[in-house]
């Protein structure tokens, strides 16, 4: 299957520590990238290939893979992470992925 | 710093082509490697990649798209473009462009991928 299935929602005490997964066949070749959105604004970047932050984005943000499985960590979530998010990978053709998608409540 | 704006009509009629530009500033769009895509948001839904075109002018689609989507690039203005037609009230959605950078392993079967800038995306109603 080319889809990713993310859970809809989880809910992070703050200061806590939260784990985001994202299943999806396509995950066994390419890394799954990371995006956050709140709403009304477009996603941002927070973590792709193996474990790589863009600039500005905090270090409590990171990512794992293992198998057809990837997972964003947030440690110590903090107020301003709460919102959707959504991970990517693409499969060897060129079609790209979008998971459902993860509210994550603060 | 690059970023990426789009623009065209908020309101398309049905039956009729949707037309959007994305205008691409502090880089040139021909930079080798770089893929530049068009994602839709349907209200309330999450991400749909639509398709991209490639720094060697070569487009790509979402299958389940393709038959009424075209994407072209105009690099003289540093821009690419997204037609969508026959469009009904299902194609309503916020409207980004995004630059996707690739990097690909030991062959073209596996790597990483990422979508980064978007743009602030557009709101395309259809609707008579």
């Known amino acids: 299957s080319s889809e990713l299935t993310q859970d809809p929602a989880v809910s992070v005490p703050l200061g806590q520590t939260v784990r985001i997964t994202c299943q999806g066949d396509?995950?066994?070749?390419?890394?799954a990238s990371w995006y956050q959105q709140k709403p009304g604004q477009a996603p941002v970047l927070v973590i792709y290939?193996?474990?790589n932050r863009p600039s500005g984005i905090p270090d409590r943000f990171s990512g794992s893979r293992s198998g057809n499985t990837a997972s964003l960590t947030i440690t110590g979530a903090q107020a301003d992470d709460e919102a959707d998010y959504y991970c990517?990978?693409?499969?060897?053709?060129?079609?790209?992925?979008f998971g459902t998608g993860t509210e994550v409540i603060v | 710093q690059v970023k990426l704006q789009e623009s065209g009509p908020g309101l398309v009629r049905p039956s009729q082509t949707l037309s959007l530009t994305c205008t691409v500033s502090?880089?040139?769009?021909?930079?080798?490697?770089?893929?530049w895509n068009w994602i839709r948001q349907h209200p309330g839904k999450g991400l749909e990649w639509i398709g991209y075109?490639?720094?060697?002018?070569?487009?790509y689609y979402n299958p389940s798209l393709k038959s009424r989507v075209t994407i072209s690039m105009d690099a003289s203005k540093n821009q690419f473009s997204l037609e969508l037609s026959s469009v009904t009230a299902a194609d309503t959605a916020v409207y980004y462009c995004?630059?996707?950078?690739?990097?690909?392993?030991?062959?073209?079967?596996?790597?990483?991928?990422?979508?980064?800038?978007w743009g602030q995306g557009t709101l395309v109603t259809v609707s008579s």
């Open positions: 995004a630059r996707e950078g690739v990097y690909f392993y030991d062959s073209t079967s596996s790597g990483e991928n990422w979508f980064d800038p």
């Open positions: 502090g880089d040139s769009i021909l930079v080798n490697g770089y893929y």
């Open positions: 075109i490639d720094y060697n002018w070569s487009p």
């Open positions: 396509s995950l066994s070749s390419f890394s």
């Open positions: 290939g193996q474990d």
């Open positions: 990517n990978s693409r499969d060897s053709s060129g079609n790209s992925f």
